[in-house]
């Protein structure tokens, strides 16, 4: 087979793949918190070849039909997250809050701790704070924060302290636990604005630059003009390599059917 199919072939799939990536950033851009995704190509090298002396290969297609080892092709380099904050919305309400600065709220998942920049928060029937999917907050001792709002309305001050007052007096109910980490690249998205820890080196680590913003949430920091953008030169760049390889194929006809002329 051509290796010019390979190439091209190979150009397409990841044309197809930054596609996906772009499409879910564009279906996201209303979501609170949402980081968008993006990706990098590299060139690669096939990692088999075979000799004439060998007896095996890592892949079992005739010789004829492999790509030639000489010939680089499109990888993928890596897929990252865009951890740049979005710009604050103010809502008014008193549990939606936002993180101005590099941190995640904690939450309790039935798979362990999970974090999130999503401050779209609610409060159970039992006054435990949680997220709108129902995942518990923790506060700093680990534990889910309870709130009593018989005492009157619930204020957070900048550093996560919760507290219920009518303006003259005040009960403390609990501080957020927030965290930040060394590379945020570090972590994998999970569905529902949660992340996890993909890699222990991604060094979890106590807030420092950070402050929440009660009545605010944070927008995605998904730029739709610039989505689009992307969009439409990923689209351009698939249908090239697909006339590239239609091309070949009308060349490779071509020559079958001259050689069939001269037989």
């Known amino acids: 087979m051509h290796e010019g199919i390979y190439i091209a072939a190979s150009g397409a799939f990841k044309q197809e793949r930054k596609l996906d990536v772009i499409a ?13 995704d993006g990706m990098s190509f590299r060139e690669m090298i096939p990692p088999f070849t075979k000799t004439a002396n060998s007896s095996a290969s890592l892949d079992p297609k005739p010789t004829a039909f492999q790509p030639d080892p000489k010939v680089s092709y499109v990888g993928i380099a890596s897929m990252y997250t865009d951890a740049s904050n979005g710009t604050m919305r103010q809502t008014g309400n008193a549990l939606d809050l936002a993180l101005d600065g590099d941190g995640y709220f904690v939450i309790e998942t039935s798979e362990g701790q999970r974090y999130t920049r999503n401050g779209n928060l ?63 690249t570090k972590l994998a998205k999970q569905g529902n604005g949660l992340y996890r820890i993909e890699d222990p080196s991604a060094g979890k680590q106590p807030i420092k630059n950070v402050s929440v913003q009660q009545g605010f949430l944070e927008t995605s920091n998904v730029n739709p003009i610039e989505e689009m953008t992307n969009m439409i030169v990923t689209m351009r760049g698939f249908e090239a390599y697909q006339k590239i390889i239609q091309s070949i194929d009308e060349a490779d006809e071509q020559a079958v059917n001259a050689i069939g002329r001269l037989a």
Request: hydrophobic share 30%; charged share 20%.
């Open 122 to 184: 609610k409060l159970a029937e039992d006054g435990t704070l949680s997220t709108h999917e129902g995942f518990k907050v923790l506060g700093k001792n680990s534990k889910p924060i309870k709130i009593d709002t018989k005492g009157g309305q619930i204020s957070i001050s900048p550093s996560g302290a919760i507290t219920v007052g009518n303006g003259q007096q005040s009960t403390p109910q609990g501080d957020l636990q927030l965290v930040s980490f060394r590379d945020p």
């Open 24 to 36: 879910n950033n564009l279906a996201n851009m209303g979501t609170t918190g949402f980081k968008r």
